[in-house]
């Protein structure tokens, strides 16, 4: 099994201003769906977001956040689902954010068809 890394722009000083660094790590892999929402949002300005999604990506990892995406079970999701049985409205709100996440990875050179399994 060979660890897949993506490349990493050597002009980024990369223990500087990283989120994931600055922050608690375990924010980025927790059970809170608005918690994992926040690791989201605080990935949005990393200098290093497009190589850690790409790294995730050919790694599959099993979960968490990575590159401002959420992974779970080796697959991209637009959202964690809390707990439960989901609502009709939230299963029409996942169609509709998975178009979004597709065209987020298409934008980040990225085809899901290929490269990643998009989680229904």
Excluded at 19 to 36: E, G, H, M, T, V
Excluded at 89 to 118: C, I, Y
């Amino acid at each position: 099994m060979s660890l897949a890394l993506a490349p990493i722009d050597v002009t980024v000083e990369v223990e500087a201003n990283l989120p994931c660094r600055k922050f608690d790590p375990d924010l980025w892999f927790s059970d809170s769906p608005a918690q994992l929402e926040l690791a989201k949002s605080l990935c949005g300005d990393c200098p290093l977001r497009v190589e850690c999604l790409a790294g995730a990506v050919e790694r599959n990892e099993p979960w968490g956040v990575w590159g401002g995406e959420i992974f779970e079970r080796g697959a991209v999701v637009p959202r964690k689902r809390p707990r439960g049985r989901p609502r009709k409205v939230d299963v029409a709100r996942d169609a509709e954010l998975a178009v979004e996440v597709e065209e987020r990875l298409a934008a980040n050179g990225l085809d899901s068809r290929n490269s990643v399994r998009l989680a229904a």
